[in-house]
């Protein structure tokens, strides 16, 4: 049976340079950054050569970009110490941002009792802008969080215009770039914002490693404590094939970004032609125009469908993601979904498809050709 991976938004397939590359590290260049032999100083010139070669993707200098174990590291990270260093008394963020936010956010809210204000999300998935101003025109030290591309609908936020705004408000920027890093061009001259994240399984690179980009001088303290790397504000001994493959990835990423970008953009609108063929009342959650990546739909079959219709799909050796997490056989719906739709269409299944370059058109044959048999 040909195996189907549509679920690009929760992880992607490493490529076959990154694996190379991160090969070659784990096997000859396994001394310690840190120490001053030549192992150590050759591992050194890798990981700041990494660090560059990462940089000069968004345009800023390398000294910003710190290392993590992964994206959720790096919002916790930073949130956290926006509250406790920075003395942030308030957080701005939306009930649509992935849970290594949301969570993060109600956990300094309890333990720092900060103020939290959730703005108004559209039924479309998009942010309400208008209420992101009302609500920052107050008097306290604010941080405004963000995403970037929502990983579960593909809605895209202006990062530039939200950055500007918060800026005009005195307010420090933070967005989860997860879902957009190495899928499209952040020129971070441009967009000012104080701190974005990535993660490197995302876009076609390891799982394990990430990065925290923090703008020069912003005052920010260490989550835990321990070695001198990463300017003393991230300790432990670097992932250095993990860096390194990182780096590689985001490298072929950009370099084949407008190829792939434009063979995925592709792959989704004929999936929407094809559903508005086979399913005309299907729905798309979010907008047809949302991130070329993902595509979230509601499908126009009953209720009782909604628990077993990934069973069936992984079955046919496809593999999707639903917009409702199952949990001991009863459907929670989604925390996105539940900001946009109704209850009674929140019963009802959407699933999230999402794509990388290594999709073809009849991947998108044999989805269509299982839904219908459903
Ligand atoms: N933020 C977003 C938007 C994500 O999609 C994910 C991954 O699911 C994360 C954060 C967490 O990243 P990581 O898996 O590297 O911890």
Redesign the pocket.
């Known amino acids: 049976m040909k195996k189907v991976y549509l679920d690009n938004?929760?992880t992607t397939a490493i490529r076959a340079e990154v694996i190379h590359e991160m090969t070659k590290v784990m096997s000859d260049d396994y001394g310690n950054p840190s120490s001053t032999h030549s192992f150590g100083r050759n591992a050194k010139s890798i990981l700041e050569l990494s660090r560059k070669s990462i940089a000069k993707h968004f345009n800023i200098s390398a000294q910003e970009f710190i290392f993590t174990s992964?994206?959720?590291?790096a919002?916790n990270w930073i949130l956290r110490s926006a509250v406790k260093d920075l003395k942030v008394k308030r957080i701005i963020t939306s009930k649509i941002e992935?849970h290594?936010?949301l969570y993060t956010v109600m956990a300094l809210q309890e333990e720092f009792g900060i103020q939290v204000d959730y703005v108004a999300v559209k039924p479309n998935g998009a942010i309400d802008t208008t209420n992101l101003v009302e609500l920052l025109s107050r008097e306290t030290k604010t941080l405004v969080s963000l995403?970037h591309v929502n990983?579960e609908t593909g809605t895209v936020l202006d990062i530039e215009r939200i950055g500007l705004i918060c800026k005009q408000h005195n307010a420090l920027f933070h967005s989860?770039t997860?879902?957009s890093i190495g899928k499209a061009n952040i020129d971070l001259q441009k967009i000012p914002a104080d701190f974005i994240v990535a993660?490197a399984?995302?876009f076609h690179g390891p799982k394990g490693v990430?990065f925290a980009f923090v703008r020069k001088n912003s005052g920010l303290q260490p989550l835990f404590f321990g070695g001198e790397q990463e300017k003393g504000l991230r300790a432990g001994t670097e992932a250095l094939h993990q860096i390194a493959g990182m780096a590689k990835a985001l490298e072929i990423s950009y370099a084949n970004l407008e190829l792939e970008s434009a063979q995925i953009s592709a792959l989704r609108t004929y999936l929407i032609s094809q559903l508005e063929l086979e399913f005309p009342a299907f729905e798309i959650n979010g907008t047809a125009a949302g991130f070329y990546t993902v595509l979230n739909v509601l499908l126009p079959f009953s209720e009782d469908k909604t628990s077993m219709i990934l069973f069936h799909l992984d079955m046919k050796g496809i593999a999707v993601s639903r917009g409702s997490a199952c949990q001991s056989g009863s459907v929670k719906p989604s925390h996105v979904l539940a900001e946009m739709l109704s209850n009674e269409d929140l019963k009802k299944p959407s699933l999230r498809i999402s794509f990388s370059h290594y999709n073809t058109k009849e991947d998108i044959d044999t989805l269509i050709q299982a839904l219908k048999t459903i």
């Open positions: 938004a929760s992964c994206g959720t590291e919002n992935h290594a936010v995403m990983n989860d997860v879902q993660s399984h995302k990430g």
